[in-house]
């Protein structure tokens, strides 16, 4: 299992060289909780109140939570209209997060999130879900285009246990 993975907003497939303003890297685990916020949401809306894009993406978020090696871009198939739709969602589930505290293997192994795969945790402890909250609120800023550049020559890195940092990267 990979510890980090890429999430972009290319509409398609990436390019060949990653553009730092379009796209981040983030912990795998830290993402899963968001998305597994973000589904959970929008479950308990009623049909009719559901955003109309979710019957075309609830399938591929549910399995962007379980497999930790698959570059997520936030944007493909989805209406430039509704991307304050599912930045929203990923703020309120960033909320969610952070007013969580902790994320144990527990709370992880009681989330069915596709058929019987659950939410990831990689160890019996307890994780504080900070960084997780941080990285859904810098998903719904890459989303609106508002997320602050990266230092020259690097990528943020949002998620991992001890908050946002950089990857240094050969851009050019």
Do not use: N
């Amino acid at each position: 299992m990979s510890r980090a993975k890429s999430v972009g907003c290319y509409g398609g497939h990436p390019p060949d060289r990653a553009d730092p303003q379009r796209e981040i890297w983030v912990y795998d685990t830290a993402l899963s909780l968001v998305l597994a916020h973000v589904i959970r949401a929008v479950e308990r809306l009623t049909p009719d109140r559901r955003p109309v894009w979710w019957a075309d993406h609830e399938h591929d978020l549910r399995v962007q939570v379980v497999v930790s090696d698959l570059f997520l871009d936030l944007t493909d198939g989805l209406d430039a209209a509704h991307h304050g739709e599912l930045a929203r969602l990923l703020e309120d589930a960033a909320a969610e997060v952070r007013r969580r505290g902790t994320f144990t293997a527990a709370d992880a192994a009681a989330w069915p999130v596709l058929g019987t795969d659950t939410v990831p945790h990689r160890d019996d402890g307890s994780d504080d879900t900070a960084p997780a909250a941080e990285l859904g609120e810098a998903m719904a800023a890459l989303l609106r285009g508002t997320l602050p550049p990266a230092p020259a020559g690097s990528m943020w890195f949002y998620g991992p246990p001890g908050g946002r940092t950089t990857i240094v990267m050969q851009l050019g």
